[in-house]
């Protein structure tokens, strides 16, 4: 397949390497790995998770939960407090598949109970120090819910579940580790009050940064990270993986070329690599230019980087040596800030083999 | 419609106001409205367009101006620089529609000219300021596109072309106007150097903010201005338009109310507001919430605004009075930072008369 547009280039050995290596950790600590499909997107992908041992995963939204029922996943958790306009997809969701939704609040589960025919797994999403939704783990609110879950005959309780969010913002294993212990420390003192009442309850977590660092696990049962299958430049910069171990660029055509300012335009802009951003080495950045090559990219030269985007507009501001190389009518790799927003914008994947792999 | 998820609302009276403002202002100044369907990017409102007397249009990729092209359009200018990888859509593109394309340097009008099998226009791009892309006015490189111009017989050359995206960065009438003045400048210097050479040469600008409040179009032939039919948050900050004049909030599920930090989770998060910011009243925000109603939404309450956004969360930060109209299970709007950036991201508009319009 010719490259005429930007376009998402998948390293598949690297992401496997991603995924196998998570895969070991889960199973050295005895946790399930129910990764977060957000990240892929894709049911051809999924397949190949599959294959390597993957029974479980995490959605965040009902549409995706459908996407992957679809594709055959009958064991899934839309990570997202439960959106109770959605209801009837819900049901029509539940009838087919297990399905594990997000409660942070009694009046969501309340409206829930009145509507829902089919039985589905509830957690209760607790605020562990991200502060952007869950229940604090000392609100009444947890009672509350759990009031309503003990009084319907089609929710279950499963247990407590949590994203540990502000990993994102750490800038050292350090900082990592610290993060995730507080949090999980925060899921066991739950668990202890209440399993006696509730045997069998789950204790779910997992951001990328803290299931690619961490080694104490106790008490905890499940993780649920999804961008650690491909990495990006934000996670190099947290710490939590190399540039090498990145698995996703956007092949951006050459369009023109600037001697004076040393800049390159691309196409592909905020359409193809979102808008995230990131401080690096001293620029805003909004991702990496990287030679192609027979076997995916070479590591990004320093100097180089995605000074702007527009909408469909790239602007690379390049070191002599990089521009040099640079042709017009010739393609460029992008390593993404964020690749789960890259991914989300693609329209499919090619892999370094040529072969198109679907997505959502 | 019953809306369950992320939907992009449309006013259409307030964009057809807005088409009407500009398509009078055009008539008023002589010019000829070829308005950017980036924003739009909907054959549906494309017709509507055309019922106004709209009978040219902008695209911003190739693939765009084919979506246009199947909705009957005939007359199109790809305003981005060609991208030579897709001579073979361009060659498909230009035997059904007449299409111009922008060259922003001889290079790639060369391999162009090799491959070309259909006619094509082509506007030579000026840099008028803005360094994102263009050729400078002064370089040489006008004269090396302009021989290859003439040596080729599948390229008329149309004219000079600009965009004054500089416009952006003012945040007053006055700075607006001095972008004008000085982008139009450069164009009507080209047009008096190179007329007698190249008789009925044109020129095309049109940067929404400059479009909206210039006066003076002296030697300009056509604007090619998109944002304004949709208008955003930008735009009133950059002072060329009202709260008013607004046509598209995205309708959002309320999902979770935090009543310690009078915060509000809402299902809309980055892939469908995508992650543009702004400075607005001293605070950073990806968008304001508004409350809806039967005629469309309200004006924004001073001091709520959408604090931050993730892949599907956005979290609004509220005044005591807006949070408690917040309502876990209802809907709440949001103005948009960028509309062209959300309403790239949305499948289709839904009208407040409840008509679902399709998008590309």
Redesign the interface.
């Given at each position: 397949m010719?490259?005429?547009?930007p376009t998402v280039l998948l390293n598949w050995p690297v992401a496997k390497a991603n995924l196998q290596r998570m895969t070991a950790r889960a199973d050295r600590h005895g946790l399930l790995l129910r990764p977060h499909f957000?990240t892929p997107q894709s049911n051809a992908i999924g397949q190949r998770c599959r294959a390597m041992g993957i029974r479980a995963i995490t959605c965040?939204?009902v549409?995706m939960a459908g996407y992957f029922a679809a594709g055959g996943w009958e064991d899934i958790t839309v990570a997202?407090?439960?959106?109770?306009?959605?209801v009837?997809?819900i049901n029509e969701l539940a009838k087919k598949s297990k399905l594990n939704l997000l409660a942070?609040?009694p009046?969501?589960l309340e409206?829930l109970a009145a509507k829902l025919s089919s039985k589905v797994g509830i957690f209760i999403k607790i605020d562990v120090g991200t502060?952007?939704?869950g229940i604090a783990p000392d609100s009444a609110d947890i009672e509350k819910c759990l009031a309503v879950l003990d009084a319907s005959e089609m929710m279950d309780f499963k247990g407590f579940l949590a994203h540990a969010?502000q990993s994102y913002a750490a800038r050292s294993v350090g900082e990592i580790l610290g993060v995730h212990r507080s949090s999980t420390a925060i899921l066991r003192k739950l668990k202890k009050k209440y399993q006696s009442r509730y045997p069998g309850l789950l204790l779910s977590t997992g951001d990328t940064p803290t299931c690619s660092m961490a080694e104490n696990w106790e008490g905890i049962d499940e993780i649920r990270c999804g961008n650690f299958i491909f990495y990006d430049l934000m996670q190099v910069q947290i710490g939590c993986c190399q540039m090498e171990d990145i698995a996703v660029a956007l092949a951006c055509?050459v369009?023109?070329?600037?001697a004076e300012?040393q800049e390159v335009?691309i196409?592909g802009g905020?359409?193809h690599l979102?808008?995230?951003r990131m401080d690096w080495d001293g620029e805003t950045v909004f991702g990496l230019p990287v030679l192609l090559n027979r076997n995916g990219w070479e590591m990004p030269e320093v100097g180089c980087y995605v000074k702007?985007v527009?909408?469909?507009?790239g602007?690379l501001k390049c070191t002599p040596s990089f521009f040099e190389k640079m042709e017009?009518?010739g393609?460029v790799g992008v390593l993404p800030v964020h690749s789960?927003?890259m991914v989300?914008l693609a329209h499919f994947y090619l892999t370094l083999e040529g072969k198109v792999l679907e997505k959502m």
């Open positions: 010719k490259i005429t547009k957000k965040s939204s549409s997202f407090p439960v959106n109770t306009r959605e009837e997809s942070v609040n009046v969501s409206l502060h952007r939704t969010g055509p369009v023109a070329k600037n300012r335009l196409y905020g359409i979102s808008k995230d702007s527009s909408q469909e507009h602007i017009i009518g393609l789960c927003m989300d």
